[in-house]
């Protein structure tokens, strides 16, 4: 099978352990839609869409509607959510139609999320093996409440990862690189392999095939996760796009909780009447040509009453005024950050947050885009809007 473009997307924050984490406005949601934009015009060949990740727990039965609107496909495109770390990434891939837009999204530190298209392209995926053996020392459960793990690293390593890579790794020409387990394990599984990346459930293998397209060297990729692996030899014909977001990263704090324990009641009528304008970054346009964001029921510039119909706007924007927030306010972490916004090109001034840099350092006039967001829950039910991500760091 052929990819004709890759994107890559890691969050702005750390933790403790210098390990990439979400900012509490990211979810799987707005992780795949953070990596799933970058392909821009691309996304226009999308008919279909499957997300893979190994926490179910975090796949909320809302997280397809809102991928799709986020970016910016059909709402019948079909869409299938896929359990699996690193092995279920790649056989995803190889089973994929052309036309299959590829999304895997890690949650946990370290987090990350990735994009493929599989479409007629310059890199091509082929010689697929696979070895499966029942190693069960690392298991997920669907509770959300953390990994349970008999604490046997030598039975998993070499029982497990090692066994089942080295009989699918075979003699080739290309170097071997492997994705499913930590960085400094990588390279001892199999001889002479490729350094390894911190990430290692299912964004690992596009992080990688991602890396070998843009050095632009073949490899032979092994995904692994307990005793199962899967290979499969990345040839590149020509240059292939990859499209990669990452910012400096800044220390997120021991804690996102919010300071007041006050919830936010949840509206379903609301959310279901705004869900297109908010989830698409979308204004309502009169028929005298004003724009509203969000759209309003009467328009402000010639009065109106007519339906009006909503138009995608632009994504860059620049600050017109910020303020920082310290009062407790339920549902968010606070400081936090909240701008009126420039729409390029437009008349239009949005309110939002602002997202991946600490609070209270994007002057007036900074510039930034337009990000698909959880700006909130409320009785436990996410609200995703948009939020301005400063382009440049700002002391
Ligand atoms: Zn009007």
Redesign the pocket.
């Known amino acids: 099978m052929e990819i004709s473009a890759l994107a890559t997307y890691r969050p702005s924050w750390v933790d403790a352990s210098g390990r990439r984490t979400l900012g509490p406005d990211e979810d799987v949601a707005t992780l795949a839609v953070s990596a799933g934009r970058l392909l821009g015009d691309r996304l226009a060949d999308v008919d279909r869409v499957v997300l893979v990740t190994r926490r179910p727990d975090a796949l909320l039965g809302t997280t397809p509607e809102v991928v799709l609107e986020g970016l910016g496909l059909d709402a019948a495109t079909p869409f299938v959510e896929q359990v699996g770390g690193a092995p279920a990434t790649v056989e995803t891939l190889l089973a994929a139609n052309p036309g299959t837009l590829v999304l895997a999204v890690d949650p946990l530190a370290p987090a990350a999320s990735a994009a493929a298209l599989v479409q007629a392209g310059s890199l091509v995926l082929d010689r697929p093996a696979t070895a499966r053996h029942s190693v069960p020392v690392r298991t997920v459960p669907l509770t959300g409440a953390g990994d349970r793990v008999y604490d046997d690293p030598r039975l998993l390593r070499e029982q497990g990862w090692k066994r089942a890579a080295a009989e699918v790794v075979k003699e080739g020409m290309h170097p071997v690189t492997v994705a499913g387990v930590p960085a400094k394990v990588a390279g001892s599984l199999v001889r002479g392999a490729l350094p390894g990346i911190p990430e290692n459930e299912a964004a690992a293998p596009l992080l990688l095939i991602a890396r070998a397209a843009t050095d632009g060297q073949d490899v032979r990729l092994v995904a692994v996760e307990n005793g199962h692996a899967v290979a499969v030899d990345v040839t590149l014909a020509g240059s292939v796009p990859v499209l990669t977001a990452e910012r400096a990263t800044h220390p997120a704090p021991a804690t996102w909780e919010p300071a007041s324990a006050a919830e936010i009641p949840a509206s379903p009528a609301a959310y279901g009447r705004a869900f297109e304008a908010k989830v698409g970054f979308k204004a309502g346009v ?5 724009r509203h964001y969000p759209p309003r029921a009467q ?1 402000v ?4 009453l007519d339906a009006q119909h909503l138009v995608p706007l632009p994504r860059s924007a620049s600050v017109y005024s910020a303020v920082t927030v310290r009062a407790p306010v339920p549902g968010k972490t606070v400081p936090y950050a909240l701008a009126v916004v420039d729409v390029d090109g437009t008349d239009v001034r949005a309110l939002v947050h602002i997202t991946d840099d600490p609070p209270g350092r994007a002057p007036i006039g900074a510039r930034g885009r337009l990000v698909l967001r959880r700006i909130a829950v409320r009785a436990g039910v996410p609200d995703y809007g948009y939020a301005f991500q400063p382009e440049e760091q700002h002391a």
């Open positions: 009169c028929s005298c040509g004003e328009c510039a010639c009065g109106a």
